[in-house]
C-alpha cells in the first residue's frame, strides 16, 4: 500500500470555493498579461515554479476500442492504423518502466483502450501496477470506467493515481462520444476517489469547442467535491481516420490562457502540459510552463502517438532551468 496516499481519506474541505459561471468565464476574459501574471502568482504559493513532475505513459492493451470517443486513433469504429494489442506481459512492462525511471520518470502511467476492465482484466493489470510500484515509481492506470468494487482491487493492489477525463463540458460532450455519459465519467471519479486513489482527471482542447467549453470544463473539475490531485490538458492530437482529423486549429495563447485558468481554479494540482507537445514551439512550451504547467508526459511516446524525444525535452528543462521533481517512493 502506497504510505501517505491511499491511507488518508480526503473529504471535502467546507472552505473549498464554488466557482460559478461567471467568475470562470471572467478569467478567460481577462488581459493576457493580468491572466498569466496572476496564474503565475498562484503557482508560486504552491509550488516551486522551477521544478516540474515527469510522468512516463505506455500502452498496455492497445487498440479495438468499442467506444467512439471522436478524438481517440483506438476506437474500433474508426478506421486508423493502430496496433491490436492483448494486455502486455509484465517482463515487456517492467522493461519499460526501468527504462523511464532512468530517463528521470518518476509516474509510470499505463493505459488501456477498454470501455471498463473486465474482473479477469484487472487480474492482468495487477500484477503490472504491483511490479512498477515495486521499481520505486508512483503507479497510474487508466482503464476506463469502474465500479466500486473494482476501484477498490486497485487500491488494494497500491495503485497511487487512475486517470479518467471529463474531456469537455457537459454542453459539448454529447458532440464528442455519444456511448457513454458524462454523469458515467463523474461515477467512475467518485469510485476512485472514494477507493482513496488519487484522481488524474483532465480534458482536451481543440475538440472544436468554445471558450465558454473550455471555462465549464474547468469549472467541472474545479467544483468536484475534491479537485483532481493532477490535471492533464491535452492539445488535441489529430489523427488520420478520426472525425476529428481536421479539427480547426487552437491559436497557441488560447491554449496557454486554458492553462493560466487551470492553475487559478486547482491551485494546488499538478496540471500537466499533456497530449499535443510535438505540434507546440519550445516558447509555446515555456510559456505554459509560465501560466502553471508543473508537469509533463516525459518519453518518446504517449500510446499511440509521437511525442517530443526525452533528449529534446532535457534540452529544454536545461533551456528553461527547469528541474525534475524528486521520486516520491524511492
Ligand atoms: N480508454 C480509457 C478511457 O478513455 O477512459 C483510457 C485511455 S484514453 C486514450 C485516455 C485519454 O486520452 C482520453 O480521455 C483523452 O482525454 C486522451 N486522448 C485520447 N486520444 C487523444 C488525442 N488524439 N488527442 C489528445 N488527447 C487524447
Ligand atoms: C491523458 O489525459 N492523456 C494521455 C493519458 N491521459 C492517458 C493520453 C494521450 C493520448 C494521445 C493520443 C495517443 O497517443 O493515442
Ligand atoms: Fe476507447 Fe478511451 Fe479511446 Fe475512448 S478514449 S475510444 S474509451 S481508448
Known amino acids: 500500500m502506497s504510505a501517505v496516499l491511499n491511507t488518508v481519506k480526503q473529504k471535502p474541505s467546507p472552505l473549498k470555493k464554488e466557482w460559478s459561471r461567471d467568475e470562470v468565464q471572467e478569467l478567460f476574459t481577462l488581459p493576457f498579461n493580468d491572466l498569466v501574471f496572476k496564474a503565475q502568482t498562484t503557482h508560486r504559493e504552491f509550488f516551486d515554479p522551477n521544478e516540474i513532475q515527469l510522468s512516463t505513459l505506455m500502452n498496455i492493451k492497445s487498440g479495438k476500442c468499442p467506444e467512439d470517443c471522436a478524438y481517440c486513433p483506438q476506437s474500433a469504429r474508426f478506421n486508423t492504423d493502430v496496433d491490436v494489442t492483448p494486455v502486455l506481459d509484465l517482463d515487456t512492462v517492467l522493461a519499460s518502466a526501468v527504462a523511464a525511471k532512468a530517463a528521470g520518470a518518476t509516474r509510470f502511467c499505463m493505459g488501456a483502450a477498454w470501455r471498463s476492465p473486465k474482473d479477469k482484466d484487472l487480474d492482468a493489470v495487477i500484477p503490472l501496477i504491483e511490479g512498477v510500484r515495486g521499481l520505486g515509481l508512483e503507479t497510474c492506470v487508466t482503464l476506463g470506467m469502474l465500479n466500486e ?13 487512475y486517470n479518467h477525463n471529463l474531456d469537455t463540458s457537459p454542453e459539448f460532450y454529447g458532440k464528442v462520444i455519444t456511448t457513454r455519459t458524462y454523469q458515467d ?3 467512475t471519479l467518485e469510485n476512485v476517489r472514494d477507493a482513496n486513489i488519487n484522481v488524474c482527471c483532465g480534458g482536451i482542447v481543440g475538440l472544436g469547442e ?3 467549453d473550455r471555462a465549464e470544463l474547468l469549472r467541472q473539475l474545479a467544483n468536484l467535491p475534491v479537485p ?4 492533464p490538458i491535452n492539445l488535441l492530437v489529430k489523427v488520420e481516420g ?12 488560447d491554449f496557454v490562457k486554458t ?12 496540471v500537466r502540459l499533456s497530449a499535443g507537445r510535438t505540434n507546440m514551439t519550445d516558447e509555446t512550451q515555456a510559456l505554459s510552463f509560465f501560466a502553471g504547467a508543473n508537469s509533463i508526459f516525459y518519453g518518446d511516446e504517449l500510446l499511440t502517438t509521437d511525442n517530443p524525444l526525452v533528449a529534446a525535452d532535457n534540452k529544454l528543462f536545461e533551456t528553461l532551468g527547469l528541474k525534475a521533481s524528486a521520486n516520491t517512493h524511492s
Open 149 to 161: 468494487m473494482q476501484a477498490k482491487r486497485l487500491a488494494n493492489a497500491g495503485l497511487d493515481y
Open 185 to 187: 465519467r463523474l461515477d
Open 210 to 212: 468554445s471558450v465558454e
Open 228 to 231: 483532481p490531485e493532477s490535471v
Open 242 to 253: 478520426t472525425p476529428l482529423a481536421n479539427a480547426a486549429e487552437v491559436h497557441p495563447l
Open 259 to 270: 492553462i493560466a485558468v487551470a492553475r487559478i481554479l486547482m491551485p494546488s494540482s499538478f
